[in-house]
């Protein structure tokens, strides 16, 4: 997740720390998606109503067939 502009858009929903990761629920123009994200030890975290930025790196991609 990233800041707004970047990638497609999404406001967060709800999130919720589980220990080494950070779980969002987000909506993306009316579809909803769930992130998990590397908690960050300096605390950074979106709130819920911020908007953000998703990008994903297509080389973190998988298929499962």
């Known amino acids: ?3 707004p502009g ?3 858009a999404a406001t ?3 999130f919720e720390f589980l220990g080494g ?8 123009a009316g579809q909803r998606m769930v992130v998990d994200t590397p ?3 300096d605390g950074r975290t979106h ?3 911020s908007a953000v930025g998703v990008t ?3 080389k973190q991609i ?4």
């Open 1 to 3: 997740l990233g800041a």
């Open 6 to 8: 970047a990638g497609t």
């Open 12 to 14: 967060v929903e709800a």
């Open 21 to 28: 990761v950070v779980r969002y629920r987000l909506d993306m």
């Open 39 to 41: 908690h960050r030890r």
């Open 47 to 49: 709130v819920v109503g």
């Open 56 to 58: 994903v790196d297509p």
């Open 62 to 65: 998988a298929v499962l067939r």
